[in-house]
């Protein structure tokens, strides 16, 4: 880019080294503004006629949000995990590549990555826009933080399609082989030892010694279970009544959150795990509520005035509609999280 362009630094004026011009400078400051879609830039000359463009509102949004104490691909696996035994079934091809789909998910959550905000974008479907990181600070999760490292690094931008790829190795771009991100199921469960969730156990199959992780919060995995009930099962959707210490009330896009962890438990064959508890007619209802989620929110603007026919969820639209007027979201991000939805949603004919 040009240094004379305008180049657009996310966070607003984060930095302690840029100065504003000299009163006597030979080239007169100059403010400008800028509008387009949902974001609003300011440039202004600094020390040159390099200008530098930001959007306030970022680090507003990331100051004010409010994180559950365990991420999309944490509740995933925990979802998928036998409580006992301590380890996914050995039959589950899907789970990989939608753990993937989830870190990028949670990475737009967090206001890390974002679409480029190219008008042309719309030409192309959902799955093959392109992403950029806007933001590169660490998150303190380590799977986040290595996936955000590997797409900060990467000078060109890739679409939500490639960089799932590249990160579960489902690729045949050689060059690119060094992106794909190894043992993710087995560092999620360290990790959800060390928060209590899971402890550590060695078992014998055979011929080898293998490590599991059964679940020593059952607690936990409850909290998880009853959200996604209330959101597949009850006419009304209401989170505040299955609200807890991991996943308080305040937490930030809690109703979509929700709905893309059950589009994530679908997409990884794990959902069942959750429904086991019902009845036949009850569990094929809510096979076919997780694919009416799924098809609504792949697309954007995400279908909110959908009503169920199942009799389901009536008022969740309503919900997402609320939540995402009073969070000021940004409408790059929401974008981004439905494109990775709507390659969920074709998962069966990627694998």
Request: charged share 25%; glycine share 4%.
């Amino acid at each position: 880019m040009s240094s004379s362009g305008l180049q657009r630094r996310r966070g607003g004026n984060k930095t302690s080294t840029t100065t504003a011009p000299s009163s006597n400078s030979s080239k007169p400051s100059t403010d400008s503004s800028y509008d387009h879609d949902t974001d609003n830039y300011t440039a202004a000359n600094v020390g040159t006629d390099h200008k530098i463009g930001y959007d306030a509102r970022d680090s507003e949004r990331r100051e004010s949000l409010k994180l559950p104490l365990l991420t999309l691909m944490e509740e995933v696996l925990l979802i998928g995990l036998k409580d006992k035994e301590g380890y996914l079934s050995f039959w589950n091809d899907n789970i990989s590549y939608a753990l993937r789909g989830c870190i990028l998910l949670e990475l737009a959550f967090r206001f890390k990555i974002s679409l480029v905000n190219d008008p042309a974008r719309r030409r192309f479907e959902l799955s093959d826009r392109l992403i950029e990181v806007i933001d590169s600070e660490p998150t303190g999760e380590v799977l986040l933080d290595e996936a955000l490292k590997i797409m900060k690094n990467d000078e060109s931008n890739l679409s939500v399609t490639n960089w799932i790829d590249l990160l579960s190795g489902e690729t045949w771009n050689l060059m690119k082989i060094n992106y794909q991100l190894k043992q993710v199921r087995e560092r999620l469960a360290k990790g959800l030892v060390d928060k209590g969730i899971l402890r550590t156990e060695r078992k014998n199959f055979f011929l080898f010694d293998m490590a599991t992780h059964p679940v020593a919060d059952k607690l936990s995995k409850e909290y998880i279970k009853n959200r996604l009930l209330n959101v597949l099962v009850q006419r009304n959707t209401d989170l505040d009544t299955v609200a807890n210490d991991q996943f308080p009330k305040d937490t930030s896009f809690r109703y979509l959150r929700t709905i893309s962890l059950v589009c994530g438990a679908y997409a990884a064959n794990v959902l069942e795990n959750v429904l086991l508890s019902l009845n036949y007619d009850k569990r094929d209802q809510a096979f076919a509520r997780a694919d009416e989620l799924l098809n609504d929110f792949s697309e954007f603007p995400f279908n909110t005035s959908h009503q169920s026919p199942l009799g389901i969820g009536l008022n969740l639209g309503q919900e997402i509609t609320s939540e995402l007027e009073s969070s000021n979201s940004n409408e790059l991000q929401l974008e981004l999280i439905a494109a990775v939805l709507s390659v969920f949603a074709r998962m069966d004919s990627i694998l």
